[in-house]
């Protein structure tokens, strides 16, 4: 059987106050095409559908309208569960609805899938909590699926029964994994995990989280999970959260990130974008195939010896988003930000680095260097008002404080 893995769409996202919507339409619409040719069997959707709990209409819209098609009116099923950004109650809200279309949705570690039928063949055989067996149509091999939506690691605890115990998540985790896969995971049919948390090879350099991304890695949160803990039986495992594609370990199985279909902060400039094509058979290592999105504009950070080279340069790339970094002698004026303006619609944020800034500022005050980080700024801030470096503690409840929502 063909799958397609795909995750972080984060509809509804913006940059700064840019509109992503047009490009998140045709994206999407590359995907059901790449869908539809290579004659995929079911699709997974590995968590992150919206950017925000509470998505914009028009967001709501385009991720039902785009998964009814992917599903094929039952054909093709779609898995989709839930990741840091969504609200569970939000996703399985219309899953009865669903379901009539082919679309399956787990918010939660523990969500059950009802059994049920369709006249196209799709299936449920078995089904409890955190896994699911299907019957394609079409296909006699069955398709099983561990599903571990995101949540913090006290809930995670909690919905596997281990809200009083000091055992570390990774290790309870593995053993519900392994104890769905001996039950239910043998070599006659493809066996697959599913998951929105923070997987890593151990020994390996832990990937940075993606820009203005909710850390799952924060104070409260779920800890990284090694591909150590992931059962023997699995063919596949499909991950959702980094957005570069990323493939985390292949010696026991395959274990990708697919990364997000557009690039959605000026951390993922220049990135290649891709869906996974995965062919899996039974008691065989699953083989992948990546399948590189071309909509969407381009993210550039620019930096610009002077105005006239920013124009140039803004002019021979009109399509794309940018952040502009403008060298100069003097500070910017009205006018000039004005020429930037109108020579390019795409413009995110200009960020000036002077050259003589302290002459500007009577010699007597430190100038802030605007392309640091919000982190290395902080920093900043903190050893200069108390005359030491921020702990790991502050740190991480800083990076948490930044990634929070505005009510």
């Not at 984060?10 to 995907?31: N, P, T, Y």
């Not at 398709?143 to 998540?169: D, I, P, V």
């Not at 109108?342 to 605007?370: C, M, Q, R, W, Y």
């Not at 790991?392 to 409840?397: A, F, G, P, Q």
Request: aromatic share 8%; with cysteine.
């Amino acid at each position: 059987m063909k799958l397609l893995h795909t995750s972080d769409w984060h509809l509804g996202k913006r940059l700064e106050d840019f509109s992503r919507l047009e490009e998140q339409q045709a994206v999407l619409q590359e995907i059901c095409e790449m869908a539809e040719r290579e004659q995929v069997n079911a699709i997974i959707v590995a968590g992150d559908l919206f950017d925000t709990f509470n998505p914009p209409t028009e967001a709501v819209d385009l991720f039902y309208k785009t998964l009814k098609r992917l599903s094929n009116n039952g054909r093709r099923p779609v898995i989709a569960i839930a990741g840091n950004h969504d609200s569970p109650d939000r996703i399985e809200a219309p899953d009865p609805l669903a379901r009539e279309c082919g679309i399956i949705f787990a918010g939660y570690p523990n969500s059950v899938v009802p059994e049920f039928e369709l006249e196209s063949g799709l299936k449920v055989l078995q089904s409890e909590e955190g896994f699911l067996e299907l019957k394609l149509p079409g296909i006699d091999t069955p398709l099983r699926l561990l599903l571990t939506s995101y949540a913090n690691e006290f809930r995670l605890k909690t919905y596997l029964g281990q809200e009083n115990s000091e055992e570390e998540l990774r290790t309870v985790l593995q053993e519900k994994w392994q104890e769905l896969a001996e039950k239910y995971c043998d070599n006659k049919g493809v066996n697959l995990l599913v998951t929105h948390l923070f997987v890593v090879k151990k020994g390996d350099t832990l990937p940075e989280e993606p820009a203005d991304e909710k850390p799952i890695l924060h104070v409260g949160g779920a800890q990284v999970i090694y591909t150590e803990n992931i059962p023997n039986q699995i063919q596949y495992t499909a991950i959702g959260h980094l957005h570069r594609m990323h493939r985390v370990d292949s010696q026991s199985c395959p274990v990708y990130y697919s990364g997000s279909p557009l690039s959605y902060s000026f951390a993922e400039a220049n990135q290649k974008k891709y869906v996974l094509l995965v062919d899996a058979e039974p008691g065989k290592v699953a083989t992948v195939q990546e399948l590189e999105l071309t909509k969407g504009k381009r993210l550039f950070r620019k930096r610009a010896e002077g105005v006239e080279e920013a124009l140039l340069w803004l002019t021979e790339n009109p399509e794309c988003l940018v952040e502009l970094t403008m060298v100069t002698d003097t500070y910017l004026t009205a006018r000039e930000r004005k020429q930037l303006s109108a020579a390019h619609n795409g413009i995110i944020t200009i960020i000036p680095e002077v050259k003589n800034a302290s002459e500007f500022s009577g010699g007597n005050k430190k100038s802030i260097d605007l392309t640091k980080t919000m982190e290395e700024l902080f920093t900043d801030y903190f050893r200069h008002e108390k005359g030491q470096e921020p702990n790991d503690e502050v740190m991480k409840l800083f990076t948490e404080i930044l990634a929070e929502e505005e009510d």
